[in-house]
């Protein structure tokens, strides 16, 4: 095995804008830049919160070297995560209702979107991972496998407005 020295970027940029992927930015480097844009229109299941922004950006370095007859698989890499994604709650008043458990009858449920606003909000999440690991080539047969992770993780509620009408 002789020495050599790989580097790997992954940088993607992703708008997702009322349940619809619109548009996805990636590029991927290794030795050289190669960018790419895919413009989807692909839904988003909706029972699940709607990122409006993220940022994904990694960077590995993977080296080969010998110490001796020992054969090394060197791993660093460092990679970050950006979600932004508005919270709005509403303040829902439903009607007091008598209602018998044995014969329950109910009546028509009221429609959320007439329901005043609350809170406006962006929920903002950072994430910063830092790792690094070594494969050591014993023999054929025995590797040892060491290695470490450290991530860092900032999640930021920022009230835009607060309104009761």
Request: include cysteine.
């Amino acid at each position: 095995m002789g020495k050599s020295l790989q580097v790997l970027n992954l940088l993607a940029l992703l708008s997702v804008v009322g349940g619809q992927l619109l548009e996805a930015k990636i590029s991927l480097a290794q030795d050289e830049s190669v960018g790419k844009t895919l413009t989807m229109g692909r839904p988003v299941n909706s029972s699940e919160p709607l990122p409006e922004n993220e940022i994904l950006w990694f960077r590995k370095v993977v080296g080969e070297f010998t110490t001796g007859t020992i054969e090394h698989t060197l791993l660093a890499g460092i990679d970050l995560f950006r979600r932004e994604n508005p919270l709005t709650t509403t303040l829902v008043f439903f009607p007091s209702q008598i209602l018998n458990v044995f014969n329950p009858v109910y009546g028509p449920r009221p429609d959320p979107s007439n329901f005043p606003t609350f809170t406006d909000a962006v929920n903002r999440t950072d994430t910063l991972g830092l790792y690094i690991q070594d494969q050591v080539n014993l023999l054929d047969n025995l590797k040892l496998l060491l290695g470490v992770r450290y991530d860092f993780m900032d999640i930021v509620l920022e009230i835009i407005t607060t309104v009761l009408c």
